[in-house]
């Protein structure tokens, strides 16, 4: 689906918008995601973290924003660096791969990547306020997420003890 949304852009003005519009949609996609996977893993926990990680991740984004008056790219304003919408779509995927590995967060991630390109394409921000953004996201949630237990296991075997980590 991913790969259709990024395929239906093209350089026109009204792909452009278009492209816009779906990046304004997905930047949601990778933290209600995370909420859901939290939810059906009844880890109550994890979802407390991925609330508080995204506001920090927001009160982070939009504080600097505030403070660098950095001007966008079509020169609209002066609150381009870092990306809001990059830094919502990178916050879900960066809290699924701290908590839970980065297995489950494949596809977040590329909800995530389509949101910052969606960004840059519709010339809202550059490239750097992107990445910044992601992180941004990754500070975040190594500061703010535990790795759920599940992901480490320790065993008692008959010859001994086994170790098991899941990435």
């Known amino acids: ?52 990680s995204y506001a920090a991740n927001m009160a982070v984004t939009y504080g600097l924003k505030a403070a660098i008056h950095a ?25 699924i791969t701290r908590r839970y590995g980065f297995r489950d967060a494949v596809i977040p991630y590329a909800f995530g990547v389509f949101t910052a390109y969606s960004r840059v394409h519709a010339r809202r921000h550059y490239t750097r306020d992107v990445i910044a953004s992601f992180v941004i996201s990754e500070a975040i949630a190594r500061l ?12 008692i075997t008959p010859n001994g003890m086994s170790l098991r980590y899941t990435f």
């Open 144 to 155: 703010l997420v535990t790795e759920h237990p599940s992901r480490l296991q320790i065993g």
């Open 1 to 52: 689906m991913v790969v259709m949304l990024i395929l239906t852009a093209s350089g026109t003005g009204h792909a452009r918008g278009r492209t816009q519009r779906i990046g304004d949609v997905t930047q949601f996609v990778a933290p209600v995601w995370a909420l859901f996977l939290t939810m059906n893993r009844q880890d109550s926990e994890g979802t407390e973290q991925l609330l508080w």
């Open 71 to 95: 001007p966008r790219p079509q020169g609209s304003g002066t609150d381009s660096f870092p990306s809001g919408h990059a830094a919502s779509g990178f916050s879900g995927a960066s809290f």
